[in-house]
């Protein structure tokens, strides 16, 4: 376990499940991507299914709570700005349905 804790670089088990939870959150974030990719496959064209919407704005909360865990100003700025992004991109898609099942 030692090797474990050395690779990660993190001293002791809190350290690695932060450094877990971090990973966690960058495989949820890089999901998306796969999700996107399949499809659109499936599709036979470029498509943005609603569940990578879900997946972006997971992954971003989680790395953005361990990036205000490690303090750490570029990584909280640069995930702050996904966050609102992808909220807005749900709202945007949840106010087309709405509006397309009043009709």
Not at 77 to 83: A, C, E, P, V
């Amino acid at each position: 376990m030692e090797n474990l804790l050395s690779f990660l670089k993190v001293n002791n088990w809190f350290e690695f499940w932060w450094v877990a939870f971090g990973l966690f959150g960058q495989l949820m974030f890089t999901g998306r991507f796969v999700i996107q990719w399949i499809a659109s496959e499936r599709a036979g064209r470029s498509t943005v299914p609603l569940a990578f919407w879900y997946f972006s704005i997971a992954g971003a909360l989680i790395l953005f709570t361990y990036a205000v865990y490690r303090q750490d100003p570029v990584f909280i700025l640069g995930q702050s700005f996904g966050i609102v992004v992808y909220t807005r991109n749900l709202w945007l898609i949840r106010k087309e349905k709405q509006e397309n099942d009043a009709t």
